[in-house]
């Protein structure tokens, strides 16, 4: 028989595929996430704007104003945007399996694809929230200056890839040891506290400072304030660590993922 009826697909061909399957997650992930509400895609916004007005009455309370001529509003964001994409992505890797079964009997659906399409809906929906949040901000009159653009644009990449990667670490461990699911949101809780969301881990003595910035977290938070920071000082923060932390992350997660791909979840 003629090998060339047979005609083997290209790489572009594969691919266009592939983007077609994320699309169609990602539009199926914001259905769900935000189409059974009527608030619908304005929860994320609310709910990322209640917990910085939390925040911000409770440093006007103890009278405690942001640093290095930010306002208080923008300090916030910068802790919170950063964490929401690393956390949420964390989060719904581990859960994007057992919450589409269905769809892994599709040949073209990957488990991969699953876990891009949530990051993507995440780091949409937390800019959005950043632009929203920061508008309403302008329009009160606080105080904001973007004097370093290129490190906004990193830490809005590094954080959601920091995420996928340890997401995909934590999801494919938790095929082989299921007790995991219920480790990590304990884990994350105390990152929420250690990773300088609603303070600023540089302020504080060097004996703290120092292995709290160990958290690449931290470090990517501090990177994005430094951004809206008129201090001259130079920030504790090292893009070479949050870079290496990411690439073996993502290298220790892809191999994980390939080696439980396909195990039954207990």
Request: hydrophobic share 55%; aromatic share 12%.
């Amino acid at each position: 028989m003629n090998a060339a009826a047979f005609p083997v697909p290209s790489v572009s061909s594969a691919l266009t595929v592939q983007g077609r399957v994320i699309a169609a997650l990602i539009l199926r992930e914001v259905h769900t996430l935000y189409g059974n509400t009527r608030l619908g895609y304005l929860w994320a916004i609310i709910q990322t704007a209640f917990n910085i007005a939390v925040f911000w009455l409770f440093r006007e309370f103890l009278g405690a104003h942001a640093p290095h001529g930010m306002g208080i509003a923008v300090f916030l964001l910068c802790g919170f945007i950063p964490w929401y994409m690393f956390s949420s992505t964390v989060a719904r890797c581990m859960s994007a399996v057992s919450a589409n079964q269905a769809l892994l009997t599709f040949p073209q659906v990957t488990e991969l694809d699953l876990m891009l399409a949530r990051v993507i809906v995440i780091w949409g929906t937390q800019l959005v929230c950043a632009i929203v949040i920061l508008s309403l901000a302008a329009v009160l009159g606080q105080p904001m200056e973007l004097r370093h653009p290129d490190t906004l644009v990193a830490t809005l990449f590094f954080a959601p890839l920091l995420g996928l990667g340890m997401g995909l670490v934590f999801a494919s461990l938790a095929r082989l040891w299921p007790t995991l699911e219920r480790l990590v949101p304990i884990l994350m809780r105390f990152l929420f506290f250690a990773s300088g969301v609603f303070f600023q881990v540089s302020e504080l003595p060097a004996r703290f400072s120092t292995p709290l910035l160990l958290n690449p977290v931290a470090q990517i938070i501090e990177w994005q304030r430094y951004g809206f920071s008129a201090s001259s000082a130079a920030p504790l923060y090292s893009t070479g660590y949050v870079a290496a932390w990411c690439l073996i992350a993502l290298c220790l997660g892809l191999l994980l993922e390939r080696y439980a791909r396909g195990r039954v979840i207990r």
